[in-house]
């Protein structure tokens, strides 16, 4: 395949059809390539390109369904959007562990979002900061009138911080708009707000303003999941051991807790994909909470209560929304967000905290007892049975054999296969 030029002026203007045409013809892509492409699955190709610029095509991510979630007392069933497999299986399997002592019980701090406004070129920072905050009366005025209608269900303005940063070419002073977005993830509502905000800033002070935009360390927006899972449930006191020991060794070591987090974080990002809302958001918001000590740690946290149970809780914060954004345009988020029954931001922020925490304990509990690998490599040779061309029922035979040999590998599977079929 040979990209002749990366140079397609006007490809924006062009329709997904046409653009996949010129594409195609760049990269020397086949005709299969090319009606494989076009065929853009549930998400229809005018609403794809009206999400994005120079749209050619979608990409189909799996969307699995995580069973035996009770959170709060209400049972829930989470859509998932994953490519990695196990990522669903070792939820399902963390949840109906601590069912019989109630699952989870979550808590959220709040729904407010921070925008910051930079101000530069002050020579007296202190004094600076005392004239934005005399000015609470006006800022507010101008935030509440830049979203009306968070206003009007319940959110809008909440406060100012002001904040002074010794920074490199002067001190910095960095106005915090606190802002309530409700059901929204309010990126849009906030940044429009350090927009309105920003000029004013300027002229009361006589400094110079840059960067207007949200912070994702959304702080003021924690979500909160807990859960008690049993002796008996989990196997004994041994595997309880192996997890805390596990968590140990995360909440010391940054080599390890960056692992550590990334599997509760393959929680997390499923569902806030399936649900449309931003994942790299999250995720952000998730790596620096967790370094907000000065060293980068677990966000979550385990014990063992006064009976010997393991105990775990996680605390992170969750901007997710409910409006905006491919929530509501994409029509599977819509869907995924009708299964799961949440009908408020809050709701299914608690729900992933639920899920990160779920699939952390699964993690070190296969970590401490089995090893990672028997699970994976289970679901991992039905995609290499695919791989090598099996098809049907063939699949479960030959990822059946491949775990039974031990050996989940591409050549092996090729043999199982050629046998299966007498060749
Ligand atoms: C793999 O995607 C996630 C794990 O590495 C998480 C962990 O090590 O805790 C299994």
């Known amino acids: 395949m040979t990209t002749t030029t990366s140079r397609i002026p006007g490809l924006h203007k062009l329709s997904p059809a046409e653009r996949l045409e010129r594409v195609a013809k760049a990269a020397g892509l086949g005709?299969?390539?090319?009606?494989?492409?076009?065929?853009?699955?549930?998400?229809?190709?005018?609403?794809?390109?009206?999400?994005?610029?120079?749209?050619?095509?979608?990409?189909?991510?799996?969307?699995?369904?995580?069973?035996?979630?009770?959170?709060?007392?209400?049972?829930?069933?989470?859509?998932?959007?994953?490519?990695?497999?196990?990522?669903?299986?070792?939820?399902?399997?963390?949840?109906?562990?601590?069912?019989?002592?109630?699952?989870?019980?979550?808590?959220?701090?709040?729904?407010?979002?921070?925008?910051?406004?930079?101000?530069?070129?002050?020579?007296?920072?202190?004094?600076?900061?005392?004239?934005?905050?005399?000015?609470?009366?006006?800022?507010?005025?101008?935030?509440?009138?830049?979203?009306?209608?968070?206003?009007?269900?319940?959110?809008?303005f909440h406060d100012i911080e002001v904040r002074i940063l010794p920074g490199r070419t002067g001190p910095m002073v960095i106005t915090h708009l606190i802002v309530d977005t409700r059901d929204a993830m309010g990126a849009n509502a906030v940044n429009s707000m350090a927009e309105a905000v920003a000029p004013r800033i300027a002229e009361w002070t006589g400094g110079r303003t840059y960067l207007r935009i949200l912070s994702n360390l959304a702080d003021r927006r924690l979500a909160r999941a807990r859960a008690t899972w049993s002796l008996d449930d989990i196997g004994g006191a041994e595997v309880r051991d192996g997890i805390l020991a596990a968590f140990d060794f995360a909440d010391i070591d940054p080599y390890r807790a960056a692992t550590h987090n990334k599997g509760v974080m393959n929680g997390v990002s499923a569902v806030v994909l399936a649900t449309g809302n931003d994942t790299r958001a999250v995720e952000a918001g998730a790596h620096a909470y967790a370094a907000r000590s000065g060293q980068y740690r677990s966000l979550t946290q385990w014990e063992a209560d006064a009976d010997g149970n393991l105990t775990g809780t996680i605390e992170m914060p969750l901007a997710v929304g409910l409006i905006g954004g491919a929530t509501r345009s994409h029509p599977t988020a819509r869907i995924a967000l009708d299964i799961m029954g949440a009908q408020t931001a809050e709701r299914l922020a608690c729900t992933i905290a639920a899920v990160g925490l779920a699939q952390n304990f699964a993690a070190l509990k296969a970590l401490a007892t089995t090893g990672i690998q028997k699970g994976h490599m289970a679901l991992h040779a039905k995609n290499i049975a695919v791989m090598v061309g099996a098809a049907g029922e063939e699949i479960d035979k030959v990822a059946r054999e491949l775990v039974a040999q031990g050996k989940v590998r591409v050549d092996v599977a090729e043999a199982i296969l050629n046998d299966l079929r007498g060749q």
């Open 31 to 156: 005709a299969d390539a090319v009606a494989h492409m076009r065929n853009t699955g549930n998400l229809d190709s005018a609403t794809a390109d009206s999400m994005i610029e120079n749209v050619i095509g979608t990409m189909n991510v799996p969307l699995g369904v995580a069973t035996n979630m009770l959170i709060d007392g209400r049972d829930v069933l989470v859509p998932m959007a994953t490519e990695e497999s196990s990522v669903v299986a070792a939820v399902c399997n963390a949840a109906r562990q601590c069912r019989s002592t109630g699952g989870f019980t979550t808590a959220m701090s709040g729904a407010q979002m921070i925008a910051q406004v930079q101000l530069v070129g002050v020579s007296n920072p202190e004094f600076a900061r005392l004239q934005i905050l005399e000015h609470f009366a006006d800022i507010k005025a101008l935030c509440d009138e830049t979203d009306p209608v968070l206003l009007k269900h319940g959110g809008g």
